[in-house]
Nanobody, 123 residues
Framework: QVQLVESGGRLVQPGGSLRLSCAAS????????MGWFRQAPEEEREFVSAITWSDGRTYYADSVQGRFTISRDVAKNTVYLQMNSLKPEDTAVYYCASDPRGNYYYPNGWNYWGQGTQVTVSS
C-alpha cells in the first residue's frame, strides 16, 4: 500500500516562508501525480497544488498562485511545497495526496493521503 508522510509544518509569522515535504513509499509504479490540499478547522478540504510525475506540469489554486511552488524529486519519491509570503488565511493542516483517480481539484479525485502537517501563520 502507498504511504505518505508530510513534514515541515510549524508556526511562522505573516510574510514568512516555509517548505513542506511529503515522502512517498509503496508506489509500485511511481509515475502518478502528487498534490497538496489543506483544511482549516470546520472547513472543507481544498486544493492547493499538484504536479505530474512524468513531465513536472504544475497546477495551483488561485489563492496561492505566485506565492507557492510545488516541485518533486523523482529519485526520492518526494514532493515539496515551497510557501512564500504566507498569510494568516494560509493556516491549515496541509495534506499530501497521491495517485489521482479523477479530477485533481477535489479530494475524492485522489487515492491516497498522508496524515497532515500543521501550518500556523500568526504574529
Amino acid at each position: 500500500q502507498v504511504q505518505l508522510v508530510e513534514s515541515g509544518g510549524r508556526l511562522v509569522q505573516p510574510g514568512g516562508s516555509l517548505r513542506l515535504s511529503c515522502a512517498a513509499s509503496g508506489r509500485t509504479d511511481g509515475n502518478y501525480p502528487m498534490g497538496w490540499f489543506r483544511q482549516a478547522p470546520e472547513e472543507e478540504r481544498e486544493f492547493v497544488s499538484a504536479i505530474t510525475w512524468s513531465d513536472g506540469r504544475t497546477y495551483y489554486a488561485d489563492s496561492v498562485q505566485g506565492r507557492f511552488t510545488i516541485s518533486r524529486d523523482v529519485a526520492k519519491n518526494t514532493v515539496y511545497l515551497q510557501m512564500n509570503s504566507l498569510k494568516p488565511e494560509d493556516t491549515a493542516v496541509y495534506y499530501c495526496a497521491s495517485d489521482p483517480r479523477g479530477n485533481y481539484y477535489y479530494p475524492n479525485g485522489w487515492n491516497y493521503w498522508g496524515q497532515g502537517t500543521q501550518v500556523t501563520v500568526s504574529s
